[in-house]
């Protein structure tokens, strides 16, 4: 399976902030990958997708880059309601894998 | 509006066999692949399984001979049948649809809460 590394674990960060979340392949999966936000007992939320597309009424302060195998996202001026984890996916083979996530929390 | 409810979780004993459903309002589920993923309290996301819209199937290993997925297009309907449950299953197991343009998910459910334990 291809194994997705995120970093760091855990972000403390500040309303205004340019926040940066990072995501490594095991292998290339050129631009296959797609970033999700979850908030506690909620349902992921579907963010980027293809490495770099941003979904259709997702803040712009959102962006997405990389390809191959090192990925970020980031959040170009964080906002209260982006407080949450965040969680990158591989989609260029089965079994689909996730990274283990970045909880961005309140500095 | 589109929708995936899940329905079916509950507390099991270790090898025992519980049926989650997934139904779908507000989209075609026979034209989508559809996925299940889940995650174990306040742990990462693991994803389970996928049936597409031929009818091809994947698994992780994890489940592989143990859980099946199937879909009833009739009911707009989707199911996991688990069974030979371990306690590394329990999980809040969620049912989501597969986005057109790749194998990554643009639509969940709330999630349906599978326990394992004697």
């Known amino acids: 399976d291809i194994q997705m590394t995120q970093s760091p674990s855990t972000l403390s960060a500040s309303v205004g902030d340019r926040v940066t979340i990072t995501c490594r392949a095991s292998?290339?999966?050129?631009?296959?990958l797609a970033w999700y936000q979850q908030k506690p007992g909620k349902a992921p939320k579907l963010l980027i997708y293809?490495?770099?597309s941003l979904k259709s009424g997702v803040p712009s302060r959102f962006s997405g880059s990389g390809s191959g195998t090192e990925f970020t996202l980031t959040i170009s001026s964080l906002q209260p309601d982006d407080f949450a984890t965040y969680y990158c996916?591989?989609?260029?083979?089965?079994?689909?894998?996730f990274g283990g996530g970045t909880k961005v929390e309140i500095k | 509006e589109v929708q995936l409810v899940e329905s079916g979780g509950g507390l099991v004993q270790p090898g025992g066999s519980l049926r989650l459903s997934c139904v779908a309002s507000?989209?075609?589920?026979?034209?989508?692949?559809m996925h299940w993923v889940r995650q174990g309290t306040g742990k990462n996301l693991e994803w389970v399984s996928v049936t597409g819209t031929a009818g091809d199937k994947y698994y992780t290993d994890s489940v592989k001979g143990r859980f099946t997925i199937s879909r009833d297009n009739a009911k707009n309907s989707l199911y996991l049948q688990m069974n030979s449950l371990r306690a590394e299953d329990t999980a809040v197991y969620y049912c989501a649809r597969e986005d057109r343009g790749g194998a990554y998910m643009d639509v969940w459910g709330k999630g349906t809460t599978v326990t394992v334990s004697s």
């Open positions: 292998q290339s999966i050129t631009s296959q």
């Open positions: 996916q591989q989609y260029n083979k089965y079994s689909l894998t």
């Open positions: 507000g989209f075609i589920l026979s034209t989508y692949d």
């Open positions: 293809k490495a770099s």
